[in-house]
């Protein structure tokens, strides 16, 4: 059965902090929808209304095009040991790029990660709960060590440059902001 509720409470925020894996959804208004799997601890409850997550360079920036086009973001939570349980964060994103005046304000709530590059808060509107009696049982192994070595092989020019190769429009052709001035 699934409960609807307008803030995070206790048990939530405990449930988030034993998760090791979550997922983002976001969609322009016209395009493809894009769901994203994150790790590596890369993610903040601040508050009840507000979660972030230092965004790790991939071979896309789908959220923050999104984001840009109309605010909407979800993000989401399953158990795969334990009690079955999903829990859904509903509400607009906001992006803060390390040129951005609020970056040190946002960034001191992380531990450093590799290919740091953008935050992206949600302000929470709804949050959902939902059974997970469909979800399967896996273990938790540890974290990839691929994106770190990628990362230093690259250095921080060899990052840039594959943002501006790869990640300054979205499958779409939206722009996701991640270079501009």
Known sequence: MARIYSELNDSHLAFIQ???????????CEGRVNVSPKGMDSLR?????TVAYLDLTGSGNETAAH???NGRLTIMFCSFVGNPLILRLYGQGEVVHPRDAAWPDWRRHFE????????????????????????PLFEYQGERETL????????????????????QLSIDGLPTGILEN
């Open 148 to 167: 770190p070595r990628w990362a230093e092989k690259k250095g921080e020019q060899g990052i840039r440059d594959y943002w501006r190769e790869k990640n």
């Open 67 to 69: 984001i840009r086009d």
């Open 18 to 28: 034993d998760q090791h894996l979550f997922f983002t959804a976001s969609a322009a």
């Open 112 to 135: 450093d990660l590799p290919a740091e590059r953008q935050i992206i808060v949600l302000h929470i509107e709804t949050v959902q709960t939902s059974c997970g009696y469909g979800v």
């Open 45 to 49: 409850v601040l508050d009840a209304q």
